[in-house]
């Protein structure tokens, strides 16, 4: 089975940084799209970067020129640097897989990111 584990969330002052990490098991890591999600409370899940088997990226305007996707296809891990962080930037990260085999769309159990001001 496809599992997703995600770590590196915790809490950052404005203007710092941090890094999450998602590692994947059970799926074709190197053949899946990959991408990192966030809620904030009271609000819709919303894309926040993704990355394609081929390195190609993209990201949510609010964050573009602060955060970097990036993939270890050896490790079978995803990262999002966020730097520059901003209060608005408060959620809950997921990890989301686009798996190429075994078909399908799975989830990581998500990890809070909290920006005091």
């Known amino acids: 089975q496809v599992q997703l584990a995600e770590s590196g969330g915790g809490l950052a002052q404005a203007g710092g940084s941090l890094r999450l990490s998602c590692a994947a098991s059970?799926?074709?890591?190197?053949?899946?799209?990959m991408n990192w999600y966030r809620q904030a409370p009271g609000k819709q899940r919303e894309l926040v970067a993704g990355?394609?088997?081929?390195?190609?990226?993209n990201y949510v305007d609010s964050v573009k020129g602060r955060f970097t996707v990036s993939r270890d296809n050896v490790k079978n891990t995803v990262y999002l640097q966020m730097n520059t962080l901003k209060p608005e930037d408060t959620a809950v990260y997921y990890c989301n897989s686009h798996s190429f085999w075994p078909r399908g769309d799975y989830w990581g159990q998500g990890t809070q990111v909290t920006v005091s001001s």
């Open positions: 990355i394609t088997p081929g390195g190609s990226t």
């Open positions: 059970g799926t074709v890591f190197v053949l899946s799209d």
